[in-house]
């Protein structure tokens, strides 16, 4: 991935899937190698990723013409670091529609930027879909694009039809978040909890059990994240002839 602005867009067609749990994992991924990020929440009105990152998000409601027009100008704003942007299932069909609108990628790509969508993929063929025409978007605007399936909630991978569907979408490789266990849950939900801080050795759970489990899970994600920016690496000097 490009070392300086990224415009990483983590949505789906469907709510409570992972979404902002996958926007948090990417932030604290980027804080660890000592690199810094903008987020910018538009889950108005309980903002639940801006208020772990407070010193540096930014808070939109996308409901009204005045947020939509925020959020791209916050994105074009900071061309020179990652920006996170986290999209509820409810603003998913207009973020969509001013992507290509606004011809975000293209713009983000002559500014320096690198986008890449991450879609969690949810539970019925539906969203599948969904995912295959905003890839069809993002592969148009040079863009990439990574499918996400959250093993706690299943996905729709049950047939031949759905599966051939999901291998399109693969050209960039795929993530996988972890089904965490109700303990878990409780603990990296509390508002001073970090992945960054807990990889670093700063939080200790309250069990060794519960710190091996997180541990394990986090350190996966983030090796995930790692070969994915190597692969898109490596696209990206094939594609200027370098390789």
């Known amino acids: 991935m490009n070392e300086g602005g990224q415009l990483l867009i983590v949505c789906s067609d469907r709510a409570r899937n992972g979404k902002t749990l996958l926007a948090r994992l990417l932030a604290d991924w980027l804080r660890l190698r000592e690199r810094p990020v903008f987020i910018i929440d538009l889950d108005a009105p309980a903002f639940p990723l801006a208020a772990r990152f407070a010193d540096a998000s930014l808070t939109v409601d996308f409901s009204n013409t005045m947020g939509r027009v925020a959020t791209f100008d916050a994105i074009m704003e900071r061309t ?63 863009a990439g694009f990574v499918p996400v399936r959250n093993a706690a909630i299943g996905d729709a991978l049950k047939d031949e039809g759905a599966a051939r569907l999901y291998v399109d979408l693969l050209q960039d490789g795929e993530i996988l978040l972890p089904k965490f266990s109700a303990e878990a849950w409780a603990w990296l939900e509390a508002s001073d909890f970090s992945f960054a801080d807990l990889l670093r050795g700063r939080l200790r759970a309250p069990s060794s059990l519960l710190d091996f489990e997180l541990q394990d899970a986090v350190n996966g994600v983030f090796e995930q994240f790692e070969r994915l920016r190597l692969r898109l690496d490596m696209a990206g000097l094939k594609d200027m002839g370098l390789i």
């Open 80 to 142: 020179n670091l990652p920006c996170i942007v986290d999209v509820p299932a409810r603003h998913f069909d207009a973020f969509a529609e001013d992507l290509e609108r606004l011809d975000l990628f293209t713009e983000a790509a002559r500014a320096g930027m690198e986008a890449v969508v991450h879609f969690l993929i949810d539970r019925d063929r539906e969203s599948l879909e969904h995912a295959r025409a905003l890839h069809t978007l993002a592969e148009r605007g040079g």
